[in-house]
């Protein structure tokens, strides 16, 4: 799946999970780390012998979250296969409108309708 994290865009993907106990791959690169998740959103991480907290709050659509760590707060957008398809439909289908303006907006000679 995507993720956008502010301006960068991320492809994710859960490789395992078992217990606490996650591996998954950031654009490619492979990660190991022990998540637990509190009940009130907020979740800590052990990485590499380092331990990090991150306050998750839901938004919108269910996959939008501010995630704010202690020295910094973040905008997430989880972009599964479903919103792909979806946003390609919406891109696409404005694509089509578009295109059927402009057709119906021009006469054959090129010049706008509204001029005639």
Known sequence: ????IGNRVAEVELVS???N???LTIDGKT???DVVMAENGTCNILMDGRSSNAQLIRRENGKNYKVNTHYSSFNVEIVDSQAKYLRMRTSSATGALSATWCSSAFSTSGSPVWRR
């Not at 799946?1 to 956008?4: A, D, G, L, Q, V």
């Open 31 to 33: 990660f190991e780390a």
């Open 1 to 4: 799946m995507e993720i956008h």
């Open 17 to 19: 999970k078992e217990d």
């Open 21 to 23: 106990k996650v591996v």
